[in-house]
C-alpha cells in the first residue's frame, strides 16, 4: 500500500502568460481526467515574479497503478 509521500510521476503545469494563467486550473482538471487512473498524492502551487514577468506553476505529484 502506497503511503502519502510515494509517487511515481510528476506531472507540470505551468503558465506567464495572462490568458494562459487563467485557463491553468481547465488544463491540469482535463488531465486528471484524462487519467482517472492516477492517484493524487500531493500538489504544489507556486508564483513567481520579476518586474515584468509573473509566472504560475501547479505541481502534481501522482501514483500511476501500472507503472
Known amino acids: 500500500m502506497a503511503g502519502k509521500n510515494d509517487f511515481n510521476g510528476v506531472k507540470v ?3 506567464t502568460m495572462a490568458q494562459e494563467r487563467e485557463t ?3 488544463k ?3 488531465w486528471l481526467k484524462r487519467h482517472p487512473d ?3 498524492v500531493d500538489t504544489v502551487v507556486t508564483q513567481s ?6 509566472c ?3 505541481v502534481v505529484f501522482y501514483r500511476d497503478p501500472l507503472a
Not at 515574479?49 to 509573473?54: G, I, R, V
Open 28 to 30: 491540469a482538471t482535463a
Open 13 to 15: 503545469f505551468s503558465a
Open 38 to 40: 492516477y492517484e493524487v
Open 49 to 54: 515574479s520579476d518586474e515584468a514577468y509573473h
Open 24 to 26: 491553468l486550473g481547465e
Open 56 to 58: 504560475i506553476s501547479v
